[in-house]
């Protein structure tokens, strides 16, 4: 006979968590958003933050909707009435108690269904949201996604009704030591929903993926992935170059290939191609550049010629909106930067918004993309790895036909060991399967026992990025010149950070830490010293904005790294901005 669950038996479960641990929203399901149209659901949603776990524990993704009247058991939470907010926002920007909240939160939205024959899937697209995600409709648990900066998709399509439906998602962003990154960062752990949600329509078969490129061996290559695994034909055509191309699918994937000469897209020339993808009743549009990045001995080539990439690193922070990114902000970020002499931008160290890369594709700018795969890591643990493989793959899916992105980053200043080598070639491997067009690198540190650019790492790299700070956590500037006269790699180095921090207004000597005249010394002196070896390739020192990090509490810092040349505010410039554009300057010259 069954006995009736124990109704405190939620009190004493400290195993929930396990029931909402599968299905994963993995990278095989995102979906290219291509010019498809999309229902947006931004805008207000029912939220509660829950510090407890109460809404997973009491499973208040049940509750249906009621007036209290009629309520038969009491209720910790109502999903239907009280506080909403925005959607995309960061809990953390929305009143001054919730800034440093960590834990759940509960978002509530009515979605009304009317169903269209044509379009019998219906998908939920969530652009990103930190850290885990879990899903439910009409109180049905959908799935579960890991990662707080890609995006990911829920087919709706089984759990939907006709009318009104409860779609709930309960986001927590604990910072845990499974998690990439794990719990020790130099930024600001915001939580929420913080990038577009939308529906799609789709019909029965749809693309999935729709991935397109140039070399010069084989041409353009296109590769499409359906929805389902059969066998079809699916087009592709870029109208500029007259060409079509008949695409033959088999178990739902296929490839083509085509000769021709396209205008190189580069920063100086940012000229992209309209490209249509068409399979059944499923249509796909993008705006693609066509360029190839390659090495040669230490030599970054851009469509086959030497370039030096003048950069600056940037985070996705902002005072008001804290992780929220608007194009306006990316423009801005991009002005910034271009009149600092720049080609090149790192951005550190998680995906940015989706935007970023289409608008640097438009303007005309380099970038660097990365995986939060930051400082410690728990390397053996095999549920991390398949973690920060995902967030690598819903990366590249999502930014694949992006022709500034040169580089795809597996890490940053992570401490040597046979754990790491190991989780990190990994990485490497799997980028350079999924993506063989462009170049691997990671963000590594100083080999101390040789003291040089050496690493286990590096033969699985295409390039070698180095993290180092001399002049300011290192005084001086010997241990620079040392420490590159003493390496011999056998690929180009990117200096992937360097610099110092200012007080944006603070004034003094340029031996004194923390006014701008040191920073300014210190970024034009770490210029002249690293560009002057053949075998550096680029230089992105740390960074162009001052940002929010909860580590630092001196006079100067007030609870911001202020290592930017341009202050939080994004409008002072300080004097380290104009040290850079003076360096670039010259090596634009050179
Ligand atoms: C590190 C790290 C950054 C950090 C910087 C700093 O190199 O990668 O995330 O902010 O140093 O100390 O300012």
């Known amino acids: 006979m069954n006995m ?29 958003l291509g010019g498809r149209p999309q ?12 510090l407890f776990d109460e809404g997973l524990r009491q499973k208040w993704y049940t509750l249906a909707q009621a007036p209290a009247q009629a309520w038969t ?60 995600s879990r899903v439910f409709l009409n109180g049905h648990f959908m799935g579960t996604h890991l990662g707080g900066s890609t995006p990911f ?36 752990n915001h939580g929420g929903i913080y990038r577009e949600v939308c529906l799609l329509r789709l019909p029965s078969l749809h693309i999935r993926s729709a991935k397109v490129d140039w070399t010069p061996e084989r041409g353009l290559c296109v590769r499409i992935r359906l929805n389902q695994t059969l066998d079809t034909v699916a087009h592709c055509q870029v109208p500029a170059l007259g060409l079509r191309l008949e695409i033959p699918i088999h178990a739902g994937q296929g490839e083509a290939f085509a000769h021709c000469n396209p ?36 030599q970054l080539l851009l469509n086959g010629e030497p370039i030096f990439l003048r950069g600056i690193c940037v985070h996705e922070d902002d005072v008001r909106l804290g992780k929220v990114s608007t194009e306006a902000d990316v423009r801005r970020r991009f002005a910034d930067a271009r009149a600092m002499g720049c080609n090149f931008l790192r951005l550190s160290h998680y995906p940015h918004h989706e935007h970023v890369a289409r608008l640097a594709d438009e303007v005309g700018i380099l970038l660097w993309e990365e995986i939060p795969v930051y400082w410690a890591i728990d390397f053996a643990n095999p549920r991390t790895l398949a973690d920060a493989l995902n967030q690598l793959h819903e990366l590249i899916e999502r930014d694949h036909n992006r022709a500034s992105v040169i580089f795809w980053g597996v890490g940053n200043e992570n401490a040597d060991s046979d754990a790491r080598l190991s989780f990190m070639r990994t990485l ?15 963000a590594c540190l100083i080999n101390r026992e040789h003291f040089r650019i050496e690493d286990r790492l590096a033969e699985h790299l295409d390039v070698i990025g ?45 031996d004194e830490l923390f006014t701008e005249e040191c920073q300014a010394r210190i970024l034009s002196e770490q210029v002249r010293i690293s560009a002057s070896k053949p075998y550096v390739c680029g230089i992105a020192p740390w960074l162009l904005y001052d940002f929010r990090s909860e580590r630092r509490h001196t006079v100067f810092n007030g609870g911001f790294n202020r290592k930017g040349v341009i202050a939080e505010d994004k409008q002072t410039r300080k004097l380290g901005f104009f040290a850079l554009q003076k360096r670039y300057t010259i090596l634009r010259a050179r």
């Open 73 to 132: 058991h009491p209720r910790d939470y109502d999903p239907y009435t009280g506080g909403t907010v925005a959607v995309p926002a960061n809990w953390s920007m929305l009143r001054p108690e919730t800034l440093h909240f960590e834990g759940g939160g509960w978002y509530t939205r009515i979605i009304d269904h009317v169903p269209d024959p044509d379009c019998p899937i219906t998908v939920l697209r969530v652009g990103a949201a930190n850290y885990q």
């Open 263 to 298: 205008r190189m897209w580069c920063p100086d020339d940012p000229h992209l191609y309209d490209v249509h993808f068409e399979c059944g009743q499923d249509r796909l549009e993008d705006r693609v550049g066509f360029r190839h990045i390659s090495v040669s001995g230490t």
């Open 4 to 32: 009736p669950q124990d109704p405190f038996h939620h009190l004493h479960d400290e195993a929930y968590l396990s029931a909402f641990d599968q299905p994963r929203l993995q990278a095989d399901t995102l979906l290219a």
């Open 39 to 50: 229902q947006s659901l931004d805008g207000d949603w029912h939220f509660t933050l829950d």
């Open 428 to 442: 490497a491997q799997s980028a350079r399967q999924q993506d063989p067009s462009r170049l691997i690198s990671a």
């Open 466 to 510: 180095i993290n180092e700070y001399f002049g300011w956590y290192e005084p001086g500037f010997e241990g620079l010149q040392r420490l590159l006269d003493q390496s011999n790699p056998d690929r180009p180095v990117l200096i992937t950070e360097t610099g110092a921090d200012a007080k944006a207004g603070h004034h003094g000597r340029d």
């Open 153 to 188: 998709c829920v087919d709706l399509s089984e759990a939907l009704l006709p009318g009104p439906n409860r779609l709930q998602i309960q986001v927590d962003n604990r910072r845990e030591l499974d998690r990439v990154p794990m719990r020790h960062v130099d930024w600001f």
